[in-house]
Structures are given as C-alpha cells and as structure tokens.
C-alpha cells in the first residue's frame, strides 16, 4: 500500500540548521575525546600556529560563517515576532458572547 501524503524534500533552511548542529556536535566530542587523553583544552593559539600564514583566513572563514548563522537566526526570530504580533487582536474590539 503506497501512502497518500507525498514525501517532501527538505528546506535548505532544514539542512542548513542540522549543519551547524553536526558541526557543534562534533567540535564538542572531538574536545572531550582531547580532554580525555591530554587531562586539558585544545590550545588556540598553538593550533593557530600550526596553521601558518593561512591562520587568519580560516579564522575569517569561521566568522563569516558564524555571521551568517546569526542573520538566519535573527531574521527567524524577527519573523516570528513580527507574526505573533500581528496575530494578536485587540480586547476592546472582542464583543461579549450572550
């Protein structure tokens, strides 16, 4: 038996959310599995140093995506704001029901 809904493709917006999720995620187990052998932190400045002339690059690339991130975020927020409010009726216009 087929269903009668038809399956939908994700938004790009979906992906995009689910991205950045992996992306924290995996940051976050890749520090604790450091922590766990080296009893420390990653250190930023030596890891910025490893990586040369081409430091300043990545940490701009790293910004930019973060900005990014920030606009859609805000741009979701301003929306449902923007929404929620004009949902809202006003009670002086509410007539009583008898």
């Given at each position: ?14 992906m ?10 995996a ?19 030596l890891?910025?140093e ?11 690339i ?17 929306n ?10 006003s ?8």
């Amino acid at each position: 038996m087929r269903s009668a809904k038809k399956a939908e493709d994700w938004s790009v917006s979906t992906m995009s959310w689910y991205a950045v999720f992996i992306w924290f995620g995996a940051s976050l187990f890749s520090q604790s599995v450091y922590m766990a052998f080296n009893g420390q932190p990653y250190d930023a400045n030596l890891m910025l140093e490893s990586a040369g002339p081409f430091a300043w690059v990545l940490v701009a690339i790293e910004v930019f995506v973060w900005g990014i991130v920030a606009l859609f975020f805000g741009g979701k927020v301003f929306n449902r704001i923007q929404v929620s409010s004009s949902e809202i009726s006003s009670s002086d216009t509410v007539a009583p029901q008898s």
